[in-house]
Nanobody, 128 residues
Framework: EVQLVESGGGLVQAGGSLRLSCAAS????????IGWFRQAPGKEREGVSC????????YYADSVKGRFTISTDNAKNTVYLQMNSLKPEDTAVYYC?????????????????????WGKGTLVTVSS
C-alpha cells in the first residue's frame, strides 16, 4: 500500500524557517515524481515545487522561488521542503504527492495536479 505522510508543519513567525518532510512507503522513489502543493483557506490548491527522481528536474512556483528548496533522500524514501524567509501568505496546508514516472514535474508547468498518491497534509501557519 502506498502511503505518504507529511510532518514538520507548525506555527512560525514571519522570516522564520521550517522544514517539511514527506515519508513515503509502498513504492520506490527512483521511479516517481514528487510534488509539494499547498492550499490556503478559500484558495485553490497551488503547486509549490516538484522534483523528478529520475533526472533531478526541479520546479518552484514564482511565489516561493529563492526561499524554498526541495530535496530527496532516496535511501530514506523521504522528500523535504526547506522553507526559509517565510511570509504570512505562505500559510496553508501543505501536501506532498507522488506520480509514477518522470513526467509529473516540468520546468514549464510545474507539478502535475492529478498525481497518483497524496498525503493528508500538514498545516503551516506564519504569523506577522
Amino acid at each position: 500500500e502506498v502511503q505518504l505522510v507529511e510532518s514538520g508543519g507548525g506555527l512560525v513567525q514571519a522570516g522564520g524557517s521550517l522544514r517539511l518532510s514527506c515519508a513515503a512507503s509502498g513504492f520506490t522513489f527512483d521511479d516517481y515524481t514528487i510534488g509539494w502543493f499547498r492550499q490556503a483557506p478559500g484558495k485553490e490548491r497551488e503547486g509549490v515545487s516538484c522534483i523528478s527522481s529520475s533526472d533531478g528536474v526541479t520546479y518552484y512556483a514564482d511565489s516561493v522561488k529563492g526561499r524554498f528548496t526541495i530535496s530527496t533522500d532516496n535511501a530514506k524514501n523521504t522528500v523535504y521542503l526547506q522553507m526559509n524567509s517565510l511570509k504570512p501568505e505562505d500559510t496553508a496546508v501543505y501536501y506532498c504527492a507522488a506520480d509514477e514516472g518522470p513526467f509529473g514535474c516540468t520546468v514549464a508547468a510545474g507539478p502535475y495536479y492529478g498525481m497518483d498518491y497524496w498525503g493528508k497534509g500538514t498545516l503551516v501557519t506564519v504569523s506577522s
